[in-house]
């Protein structure tokens, strides 16, 4: 995913530097105001006719653009904003967020119920986009690399952009089913045995650790991985971190937990 991001990064500033001696107002690439990205967001989310997709990771222009999405998030089919009935409409807004983002603005149901908004968590690493239509995009500047954020009014960049994120969108889960695993995976119980699995310990030295039999840790870990969607013990803690549920750091220097798949069940 991170390398279908880079390769469309790579066409934009193609497409940006093809058409940097073009007259502002037939230039395909805009400058944004980065201090007023929220109003930014409004104006274009205001303009969409059929659908809006938005990936969000962390930053200072997360909670702007949460507020922008909010205030047009229109009401489903049969119902008004104000919870009457009506013929609805507007544009589908599907908004892709880390855990991370989540966490920094804590979206609640209420805030886009009964609207035509959909919240999905991805617990990889996303590029924040926002894609109008499949036509007009706007990307922030590049982690770690100054520069303003630009308006892409480039068709074909616009689609990629709108493909990778409909590959990210399928592979996530709902705001709902997130934030019942979240609440599942904060107990006190559950956050001792990740730390075991982040610090790699054996199943045999964890589970004298935490005084409990072989057995009963196993299934415990299998529940957990489980819970969490993890393939490996390793993945496992990686997603724990990822979720938010550990500090940022890394697990056992980057080898896998000792216990191996043999003991999942």
Known sequence: MESALLQARA????TM???????????????ADDADIGSTVARLVGRARHSVSVSLSTGENVSAVFEALAAHATPS????ARGGTGAGGGPVIRL???PQAVNDCRPSAEDFRDTRCEIRVDEGELRGMLIVDSRVALMPA????????AIIKDTASARVLDLLFAGSWANARSLAEYERTSARMRTESVRRILEQLCEGRTDEVAARELQVSLRTYRRHVAEIMQALGASSRFQAGVRAVEMALLPQRTCASGRAPHGGSRHHG
């Open 96 to 98: 892709l967020c880390t």
């Open 77 to 80: 089919k049969g119902r008004t």
């Open 142 to 149: 590049s982690p770690g690399k100054p520069g303003p954020a």
């Open 11 to 14: 066409l934009i500033e193609s």
């Open 17 to 31: 530097s093809l058409h940097r001696t073009r007259p502002v107002r037939e230039s395909l690439v805009l400058r």
